[in-house]
């Protein structure tokens, strides 16, 4: 190195002083040489867990069965108000001159059949019932319309009841046993092919309560 004031060769590095002059040198410090720089990877976003990814939606309105009073149920009582038509009618046949036996015997036939159209009108027009996978509906009413429902988680236990006749043409009510304040025991009338429809209300009650995380002992 030089002296910048005499330019005197200085052979030590690490001299501070010129030796021919005297004067001051500045020792420059050479900076460390630097580290080369890691490359940060990039962290790429986590997938989302299979437990958010696939979470139950719980506002499913999905129709599972639709259905309304089935004119089956009625077998039983269309049976018996024929018998006693065909005896009414014999007799207004057999007591035709007595005008009073006659008229008693038609105006009991056409109440009979008149309170059995007016039952199937009030039963198949007027009453309609839905199950979703989150609630069953069941409407009433023609001239005021009602709906109500029965949250399916709420279902504890459904029966089945038939009679011999009824068992034969495959339809039955359904007894459905509930913890809903408004409605505890529900019946429903009429239901065709009744076992295919309580299996699905049992299917319904059990994929919701898995949802849930609720045990069907538990409740």
């Not at 410090?29 to 490359?39: A, L, N, V």
């Not at 719980?58 to 089935?70: K, R």
């Not at 092919?193 to 849930?212: C, K, L």
Request: charged share 25%; net charge neutral; proline share 6%.
């Amino acid at each position: 190195m030089r002296c910048p004031e005499c330019d005197a060769l200085i052979e030590s590095e690490s001299a501070r002083f010129c030796p021919q002059c005297g004067s001051a040198l500045r020792v420059m410090k050479e900076d460390p040489p630097q580290q080369p720089t890691k490359k940060l990877r990039s962290k790429k976003p986590f997938p989302p867990l299979p437990s958010e990814k696939n979470l139950p939606e719980l506002s499913d309105e999905t129709t599972l069965w639709s259905g309304t009073y089935s004119v089956k149920d009625m077998a039983v009582s269309v049976f018996f108000a024929a018998v006693v038509s065909v005896g009414l009618l014999v007799a207004a046949i057999y007591f035709r001159g007595e005008p009073v036996v006659r008229w008693t015997c038609l105006i009991v036939f056409a109440l009979i059949w008149g309170k059995m159209l007016i039952t199937y009108l009030r039963e198949r027009v007027g009453v309609c019932y839905r199950l979703t996978p989150i609630r069953f509906y069941h409407e009433r009413g023609i001239l005021f319309h009602t709906i109500d429902w029965i949250e399916v988680l709420y279902i504890d236990d459904l029966t089945i009841m038939q009679n011999l006749l009824e068992r034969f043409l495959g339809v039955g009510s359904i007894k459905i046993l509930s913890s809903d304040e408004l409605h505890p025991e529900l019946i429903i009338p009429g239901i065709d092919r009744v076992h295919e429809v309580a299996s699905q209300f049992r299917e319904a009650r059990y994929e919701q309560r898995t949802r849930r995380g609720v045990h069907i002992e538990s409740i």
